[in-house]
């Protein structure tokens, strides 16, 4: 076991050897959120030069202002409701959200009401700090919030959802488990768990030894939401693509990575606590289940679309002037080998009028489910 977090590692083996195997959701969910030893329990995700991943956030305060234009569309197409309110979930250290409001000062938003749904306290605390003397509150989950009217949205939050794993046998799909021994933690075969068991059965057949995950905690999210946002949006950007493309032959052994010092590793067993681990984002199963729970599915694009029709008005605004603290920023966000292909936004509406935001002009029809 590491010398870093043994006992997270310790527990987790203790638990398996009382218990037996353990779902791989369960083992993930452990890593990145045990309160004691997780990933993420440490306060915020290690982004940036110096962490281990970067994010849009870490490219500096651009990708707020472009959001914060985002949000102005969608109240002008609510029709300018004087409650319209921000809610971030999987706020890290609350800088997006700082940039989004200070964008958004000297416009028809500013003071606008912030909620982050944040259950971490040690997040909660350092969030505050970022956003001293904002008009902003927390919410320890989507049953805290109160009915609204606004946008719910985030940055990078489906793909740290906890995964199911599972393989195909060539007849179905059996799922893995982690199992344990002296030699450390490792991969065992078994039934697919009852939480799973639809979401594998509607998977299409594959060859023996094909592997994906799939993501059970989707609806939750998108149920609870329903229930508080009777007017609004949501609008999620992320790492994924759609079912059709994750389940393509090239493939076969799935998308979950881990990322340390800007290393991309493989193994998500080894060290847990020590790394963050992620599996791509399954835009078919999520608009599914949106729209399940009441959401209609707007738009989907790659992100260097979404943000090319979603800058328009910052350039503009910079009449000619050449401004590299934007621009540069600009097209690392919008590099198709970067994370212009990699990443996409997804908006979904609830009680609101169909709208074409700017930031969705150059999206293309899609397959996903309506």
């Not at 203790?14 to 369960?26: K, L, N």
């Not at 944040?118 to 919410?139: D, F, M």
């Not at 094909?210 to 609008?235: D, M, Q, V």
């Amino acid at each position: 076991m590491s010398g870093k977090s043994p006992g997270l590692e310790g527990r987790l083996a203790a638990e398996i050897a009382a218990g037996g195997p353990m779902r791989f959701d369960r083992f993930m969910g452990r890593a990145l959120y045990d309160p004691e030893g997780g990933y993420y329990a440490g306060g915020a995700r290690r982004v940036g030069k110096n962490g281990d991943y970067f994010t849009n956030v870490s490219l500096g305060p651009v990708y707020g202002e472009i959001l914060a234009g985002q949000f102005i569309e969608m109240w002008e197409a609510l029709g300018r409701p004087p409650d319209f309110t921000l809610v971030e979930q999987g706020a890290n250290d609350g800088r997006l959200a700082a940039d989004i409001l200070a964008a958004l000062d000297g416009t028809p938003l500013h003071g606008a009401r912030l909620i982050i749904v944040e259950p971490s306290e040690v997040l909660r605390k350092i969030q505050s700090g970022t956003l001293s003397g904002r008009n902003a509150g927390w919410a320890h989950d989507a049953d805290d919030l109160p009915e609204l009217c606004g946008v719910h949205f985030s940055n990078e939050l489906f793909d740290a959802l906890p995964v199911h794993v599972v393989r195909s046998t060539g007849a179905g799909w059996a799922e893995l488990f982690v199992g344990w021994n002296e030699g450390g933690f490792f991969w065992e075969e078994g039934p697919v768990c009852d939480e799973a068991t639809g979401f594998a059965a509607r998977l299409p057949a594959r060859p023996a030894g094909f592997t994906t995950e799939i993501c059970t905690g989707y609806r939750k999210i998108f149920c609870g939401l329903s229930a508080k946002i009777r007017r609004g949006f949501l609008l999620a950007v992320d790492y994924g693509l759609s079912a059709g493309e994750l389940l393509a032959g090239h493939r076969c052994a799935g998308t979950l990575r881990c990322y340390s010092g800007h290393r991309m590793e493989t193994n998500p067993l080894e060290g847990p606590g020590q790394k963050d681990i992620t599996a791509h984002v399954n835009f078919s199963l999520l608009a599914g289940e949106a729209v399940r729970a009441g959401w209609r599915l707007e738009k989907f694009a790659d992100q260097h679309h979404f943000l090319v029709g979603a800058a328009k008005r910052m350039l503009l605004a910079l009449d000619g002037t050449p401004n590299p603290k934007k621009l540069r920023p600009l097209a690392a966000l919008l590099h198709p080998e970067n994370m212009g292909r990699q990443f996409h936004a997804i908006l979904f509406s609830r009680g609101a009028p169909g709208t074409a935001l700017s930031g969705f002009q150059h999206a293309r029809d899609s397959d996903l489910p309506h």
